[in-house]
C-alpha cells in the first residue's frame, strides 16, 4: 500500500490517499453486491458496514499511470475542500472524475468494480495520521480477497482500447501510449470545468 | 484558507505576466497584443505530493477594481478557456503542456513543468555582450537554428490544423526541451489568449503577430521567419494558399481589420 500525502489541504480538509493495487482480484462481484447492499442499510449496522467498504474501488485497467490517478484523486479531495463535490461521497469523486462525461452512473459502471473486474485499486481517502494508515490497511484486506501488487505494475495492466474508446481517441496511433496517457491525465484535472 | 491558496503559498514565486520568464525574473515583455489581462496573473512552481513532478501554477488573483461576482464569473472562464484549449491541442498531437489541476473557484490552473529553454533564448539577439551563450546553448540542446525554426513552423500548422489560435505567439512562448537519444522537440506554451476559430483571417493574423515578434526581437531574422512559413506551408497542405494571401492582406493593414464599413 501507497500512501499520497497533498500537503496543501492539511487544516482545510482530507489530504491523505491511501491506495492498493490488488491484481487478480477473487470476490469483485460480491464487493459490488456489499456497497449496493451497504447503501441501503439502516441503524448502527449500515453505518459499520458502510465504514467497512469506505474505499474507492477503482478499475485498474482503466487507469494509465501513477500521475492518472494521482490526478484524479487530487482533483476529489480538492473538491471535498471546497464543499463542491458534485457526487455524494469523496470516493465516488474520484470515479467522476475520472470519466470523461457528467453522467455519474456511467462513472461508476464504468471505472468503479463490476462482476468482471480482474484487478482493482483500493482508494482510502482520509486525514494523514499514523494509527489510520494500519486501521485502513486491515479493512482493505477484509474487503478484497486479491494479490496486493506494487503500484508500479499499474501500466501491465492497462487496457488501452477500453481507454481510448470511452475519451474518443480514434486517431491515434495504437502503440502510442504516452500520448494517451499525457492526454487522459489533463482529461482528468480539467473535468470540473468541461463543457 | 483554501488548499490552492496553501499550494500557492508554499510555491516558489516566479513571474508576474509572462509564463515563459524564468526564475531569475527576465524583465517581462510586454508584446503589442497582451492586453491586461494576460498581465493580471502570477505564476509559480509547486509541487502537489512529495515524491511527484513539479507543475507550473498559474494564479489568476482577485482583481479589487472589479465587482466580485463578475470577477468570479471572468475567472472561471479564463481558466475554463485555458484548460479546453490545451486539450484540444492535446487531442490533435500538439505539443503543449499537460494540464495537472483546476480550481477554478480560486483562478488556478496547474499545467506540466517544462524543463528546457524558450526559442527567444537560444536565438541571437538577446541582451548585447552575450554573444556566445546562444551558440553554448544551441549546442547544449544539439539543435540548430533551421531545426527549430522548423519545428516552429510544424508546431504552429498542427496547432491551426485543430482550429486553436494561439493568439499571443512570440519566440517566448515556444520553449525546447531536449529529450535524451532524440531531437529535441518543441512545446508551445501560454495559452492564456488563446481560442478556437476556423477563419483564415484568424490563422494568418497569428503568423503574422508571430512574425512581428520575430522582427523586434531578433535582428536579421527575416530568413528564420521564412524557413518557419516554409514548414508551416508543408504542413498545411491546401490550406496554405488561401492563409498566404489573406497574410499579405494583413501584411499591408496590420493586425486589427478597418473599421470602415
Known amino acids: 500500500m501507497e500512501s499520497f500525502v497533498f500537503d496543501h489541504v492539511r487544516g482545510v480538509g482530507s489530504d491523505s490517499a491511501y491506495v492498493a493495487l490488488y491484481s487478480p482480484v477473487a470476490n469483485a462481484s460480491a464487493i459490488r453486491k456489499r456497497i449496493m447492499d ?17 474505499f474507492a474501488f477503482i478499475d ?31 470516493h465516488s469523486e474520484i470515479l467522476f472524475a475520472l470519466n470523461p462525461t457528467n453522467n455519474i452512473t456511467e462513472a461508476i459502471r464504468r471505472y468503479g468494480v463490476s462482476d468482471s473486474s480482474r484487478a482493482l485499486l483500493v482508494v482510502h481517502i482520509g486525514p494523514g495520521h499514523r494509527s489510520s494508515l494500519s486501521e ?23 487496457d488501452w482500447q477500453r481507454i481510448k474508446k470511452y475519451h474518443r481517441l480514434n486517431t491515434a496511433d495504437d502503440e502510442d501510449h504516452a500520448s494517451v496517457n499525457d492526454f487522459v491525465i489533463s482529461a482528468v484535472a480539467m473535468k470540473t470545468v468541461m463543457q | 484558507m483554501s488548499a490552492s491558496q496553501n499550494l500557492i503559498d508554499s510555491a516558489l514565486f516566479i513571474s508576474q505576466g509572462a509564463e515563459a520568464a524564468s526564475i531569475f525574473l527576465l524583465p517581462v515583455i510586454f508584446s503589442p497584443d497582451n492586453d491586461i489581462d494576460s498581465i493580471g496573473q502570477k505564476v509559480y512552481k509547486a509541487q502537489l505530493t512529495s515524491n511527484s513532478s513539479p507543475i507550473l501554477l498559474k494564479h489568476r488573483f482577485q482583481k479589487q477594481y472589479r465587482h466580485p461576482t463578475l470577477d468570479a464569473s471572468l475567472t472561471r472562464s479564463r481558466i475554463a478557456g485555458e484548460a479546453r484549449t490545451l486539450l484540444r491541442c492535446l487531442r490533435a498531437g500538439v505539443n503543449v503542456p499537460g494540464i495537472r489541476m483546476v480550481d477554478a473557484t480560486n483562478g488556478v490552473l496547474g499545467i506540466q513543468w517544462i524543463e528546457g529553454e524558450s526559442v527567444r533564448k537560444l536565438l541571437p539577439g538577446e541582451a548585447e555582450g552575450e554573444d556566445n551563450e546562444e551558440v553554448d546553448l544551441l549546442q547544449e540542446y544539439g539543435i540548430s537554428i533551421d531545426e527549430i525554426m522548423n519545428l516552429v513552423g510544424t508546431e504552429i500548422a498542427k496547432m491551426h490544423k485543430a482550429d ?8 517566448s512562448n515556444m520553449m525546447i526541451r531536449p529529450i535524451k537519444s532524440s531531437q529535441a522537440e518543441l512545446i508551445l506554451i501560454d495559452f492564456g489568449l488563446a481560442f478556437q476559430s476556423t477563419l483564415t483571417e484568424d490563422k494568418a493574423v497569428d503568423l503574422y503577430v508571430l512574425e512581428r515578434a520575430f522582427l523586434s526581437t531578433h535582428p536579421d531574422s527575416e530568413p528564420m521567419f521564412a524557413s518557419v512559413l516554409a514548414a508551416y506551408e508543408q504542413r498545411m497542405g491546401n490550406d496554405w494558399a488561401a492563409i498566404k494571401s489573406r497574410l499579405d492582406d494583413v501584411r499591408l493593414r496590420g493586425r486589427k481589420r478597418s473599421m470602415v464599413g
Open chain 1, 136 to 158: 485502513t490497511e486491515n479493512k482493505m484486506k477484509k474487503a478484497v480477497e486479491g494479490v496486493l501488487k506494487p503500484l508500479g505494475e499499474l501500466e501491465e495492466l492497462t
Open chain 1, 60 to 90: 485498474a485497467t482503466l487507469i494509465t499511470s501513477r500521475l492518472h490517478l494521482q490526478t484524479a484523486i487530487h482533483q476529489a479531495i480538492l473538491a471535498e475542500s471546497q464543499n463542491s463535490l458534485r457526487t455524494k461521497t469523496v
Open chain 2, 164 to 171: 486553436v489560435i494561439h493568439g499571443d505567439l512570440t519566440t
Open chain 1, 38 to 54: 451497504a447503501s441501503k442499510m439502516e441503524g448502527e449496522e449500515g453505518e459499520r458496514e458502510r465504514d467497512a467498504i469506505n
